[in-house]
């Protein structure tokens, strides 16, 4: 097959293949060194709301291993207001994601086959944004896979940015007022 003929893929360029390399390598770094210090993040607490940023930041730029992001916004707004954990930890959450999106970018392969994956990116590629921010609002362990679904639909990373952030948002606003209504319920 010549490469004038229709059925042809490009090859990608080398700067391409080692932008890929290297952002799949940074995940995979991310994803290893928040796993080993998991029991050592919830530190981070005693710094406020920059400390819940990285916090949930470092919590959700692991890729399919979980580190408990979500309870520590849940605890700590017992401790602060809960508006303040929640956009603290939607921002931190939002950059996190960004993880999953430069693995699925770089490294869409490794998962290619698998039929969640598969369901996602058809919800992804026919919905867009709006099944991206729907999905980001659910406190859904397997997020990353939407990330994946997106950078290997090559969606532009500043528009995945800006559906994240506000389902991060509605779902922090939850946990966080949650949190803060049962500490409340627990004290009386």
């Known amino acids: 097959m010549d490469a004038s003929s229709p059925q042809a893929k490009p090859k990608p360029c080398w700067t391409t293949t080692i932008l890929r390399i ?3 390598t940074v995940v995979i770094g ?7 210090l998991r029991d050592r993040v919830e530190n981070l607490a005693a ?6 940023f990285l916090i949930v930041l470092i919590s959700y730029a692991t890729i399919l291993l979980p580190v408990p992001g979500l309870a520590i916004v849940f605890a700590m707004s017992g401790v602060f207001h ?3 954990v929640a956009l603290a930890a939607a921002l931190g959450g939002a950059v996190g994601e ?22 996602v990116t058809a ?7 709006p099944a991206i921010l729907v999905l980001a609002a659910l406190p859904n362990p397997f997020f990353d896979v939407v990330g994946l ?14 559906w ?12 966080a007022y949650a949190g803060s209504f049962s500490l409340d319920w627990i004290l009386k």
């Open 98 to 119: 960004f993880s999953g999106y430069l693995a699925g970018y770089s490294g869409r392969a490794v998962i290619e086959n698998w039929k969640r994956y598969e369901k």
């Open 149 to 162: 679904a997106a950078g290997a639909l090559k969606i532009p990373i500043h528009k995945f940015f800006l």
């Open 82 to 84: 809960p508006l303040g």
């Open 22 to 24: 290297l952002a799949l």
């Open 47 to 52: 710094f406020g709301y920059p400390g819940i």
């Open 164 to 175: 994240v952030l506000p389902g991060q948002i509605i779902k922090m606003l939850y946990i």
């Open 123 to 129: 919800w992804v590629r026919k919905y867009g944004g």
């Open 30 to 36: 991310i994803t290893i060194g928040a796993y080993l």
